[in-house]
Structure formats: C-alpha cells, structure tokens
C-alpha cells in the first residue's frame, strides 16, 4: 500500500493565489531602466551682475542628457542655445567669454547617483538629494555640488529643479580674460565673477 508523503508540496489554491498577487505587484513596479531630458520643457537659468548692483537673468534654451538604470547622470548644456535677450551681447558671449570657436560649446555636468536614491525617489514621489559630480566648461573640468529637489510623477516622469543656485566661478574655468574683454567692450565699471546657476529639468522614461 503506497505511503503518502506528509510533507507534500502540490501547489494548493493558496499558493497559487500568492504567486498571482507576487506577479502582479511586480507588474505594477516602473519597468523603465532609464531617462532622457525633456528639451522642450528643461528651464537653465543664470544671474549676471553688472556695475556691483544690476543683476539680469539669462538663460540657455537647450538642455540634453540622460539618467542610466546605473545611475550614471549626464546634462548637456548647449552654449550656442544662449539667449540674454539682446543678440549681440549673445554673439559676443560666445566668441570671447565661452570662445566656441576654440573649445566646445558645451557645458557637461556628470555625476554617479546612487541607484537607491532613484529607488526611494519613486517610492516617496518626491526627496531632497544632493548630487555631487563635475562640471565640465571652458576646457576646464570642476567639481560640483547640486542640491535637487527630485519628484516622482506617476513613474513615467521625473523633475529635477535646483532647491539653492549652483555658483560658478569664472576663476574656475578661467573665463576671467573673458569677462574683462566684455567690460571692455560695454566701458562697464565691473562684471561678476560669479555666477549662480538654477534650473529646471524634466526626465521621461525611455
């Protein structure tokens, strides 16, 4: 007579009512591995500061990049995409501040972020991080530090703004001899050496 085995593992009706929900709360989980920037909707402001006191917004109107499922970030700021809203003080920003002719007219900002923050990002919908990485500009490469405010919207969409300016110093990616050439040119009495930085950047899964 057989002996049945006490210890039987036959799927029962429960077991099979657990692997459902398993598969369908991994269904719900974001399959996307991967980001690329919005650059119809990125927002890169800057602030210049003339004669000690008269501060103007500027901005750049072109912004690529990704966020890879390793976590590497890479924004891509495009220096002929500047716009200071008088053309000529646009022309003469890219030929003796930025010099396009001879470096790239490109700002790249890199940085590792880690796969947990992304993971609690989409968990929480929104956390304040702080990103560091470098700044590449001007031939120079520096490092940087991002305080971001970074939301969550529905898994398909993340926004990345700045919660303080990033400052830029011209010393740093020697654009010194550049600001001075356009004092000169303008017979301005002085031009900040330091720049803050804030932006706006929307990332949508690929």
């Known amino acids: 007579m057989p002996i049945k085995n006490p210890t039987s593992t036959r799927p029962t009706l429960a077991h099979w009512r657990l692997w459902a929900a398993s598969v369908l709360a991994l269904a719900a989980l974001p399959s996307h591995a991967a980001w690329s920037v919005n650059s119809e909707t990125a927002a890169f402001h800057f602030v210049t500061t003339k004669n000690v006191n008269v501060s103007e917004v500027q901005s750049f109107k ?106 830029v110093k011209a010393n740093d990616f020697a654009l010194e001899g550049g600001i001075e050439k356009l004092r000169e040119l303008v017979s301005l009495p002085s031009i900040g050496a330091t720049v803050p930085v804030n932006f706006w950047i929307e990332l949508k899964a690929k």
Not at 93 to 110: I, N, R, S
Not at 120 to 143: F, N, R, W
Request: glycine content about 4%.
């Open 62 to 167: 072109k912004v690529t990049g990704q966020l890879s499922d390793a976590g590497k970030l890479e924004f891509n700021v495009d220096l002929k995409s500047l716009s200071t809203q008088i053309e000529i003080r646009d022309q003469r920003m890219l030929d003796f501040l930025f010099e396009v002719a001879k470096f790239p007219a490109q700002a790249v900002f890199t940085a590792q972020v880690d796969p947990s923050v992304m993971k609690q990002v989409l968990a929480k919908k929104s956390l304040s991080a702080e990103i560091k990485g470098t700044l590449s500009l001007h031939g120079k490469t520096q490092p940087v530090k991002a305080k971001l405010q970074l939301l969550s919207l529905d898994g398909k969409s993340l926004i990345a703004t700045t919660r303080e300016p990033i400052l």
